[in-house]
T-cell receptor, first 114, second 109 residues
Framework: EPEVTQTPSHQVTQMGQEVILRCVPISNHLYFYWYRQILGQKVEFLVSFYNNEISEKSEIFDDQFSVERPDGSNFTLKIRSTKLEDSAMYFC????????????FGPGTRLTVL | KNEVEQSPQNLTAQEGEFITINCSYSVGISALHWLQQHPGGGIVSLFMLSSGKKKHGRLIATINIQEKHSSLHITASHPRDSAVYICAVGSSGTYKYIFGTGTRLKVLA
């Protein structure tokens, strides 16, 4: 069964460093999402992406964040200069075209900023 | 005020008990989703509802669109059901999910 994959599973970085989190969505999906979950808190929406552009972003998704679909399979989230408060689990999700289709989640990348 | 509210926040049950988790929302939705999150962090979709009721094994989910309320029921609960159960609503437009805070369920043998 097709699934969303994410790499790495755990990333440790120093404050101020750039990180790139990678996701491979399900191949026939057209809508892509990034969410994050700070430890002990609820999952929060970061950004949605369709047709090679951002379709919606939250106030969390400031200038330090960017997303890209560099090729036909990968979907990446870049954090330019990490802060301690960026430490969280980051989930990628994708879904098919159509008004009401469920999103499929990747296993997450745990980002730890020291 | 949270757009998606869940209750209870924590729930401990004995094996075999019937469990109900509630979700209320205050925004317009395209659909409501029940998700399960295990201690490792992975999120699995259990149900997507836009009306009525769905059943999958021992899990039953219902939604009342007029009252903006949904319930997840687990019949004959088992320790392997222990997880965080999350209600999320799909917003109109980009269909992003808006998540509730989750209900941490522990089922004791």
């Amino acid at each position: 069964e097709p699934e969303v994959t994410q790499t790495p599973s755990h990333q440790v970085t120093q404050m101020g460093q750039e990180v790139i989190l990678r996701c491979v969505p399900i191949s026939n999906h057209l809508y892509f999402y990034w969410y994050r979950q700070i430890l002990g808190q609820k999952v929060e929406f970061l950004v949605s992406f369709y047709n090679n552009e951002i379709s919606e972003k939250s106030e969390i998704f400031d200038d330090q964040f960017s997303v890209e679909r560099p090729d036909g399979s990968n979907f990446t989230l870049k954090i330019r200069s990490t802060k301690l408060e960026d430490s969280a689990m980051y989930f990628c999700a994708s879904r098919k075209q159509g008004a009401v289709n469920e999103q499929f989640f990747g296993p997450g990348t745990r980002l730890t900023v020291l | 005020k949270n757009e998606v509210e869940q209750s209870p926040q924590n729930l401990t049950a004995q094996e075999g008990e019937f469990i109900t988790i509630n979700c209320s929302y205050s925004v317009g939705i395209s659909a409501l989703h029940w998700l399960q999150q295990h201690p490792g962090g992975g999120i699995v979709s259990l149900f997507m509802l836009s009306s009525g009721k769905k059943k999958h094994g021992r899990l039953i989910a219902t939604i009342n669109i007029q009252e903006k309320h949904s319930s997840l029921h687990i019949t004959a609960s088992h320790p392997r059901d222990s997880a965080v159960y999350i209600c999320a609503v799909g917003s109109s437009g980009t269909y992003k999910y808006i998540f509730g805070t989750g209900t941490r369920l522990k089922v004791l043998a």
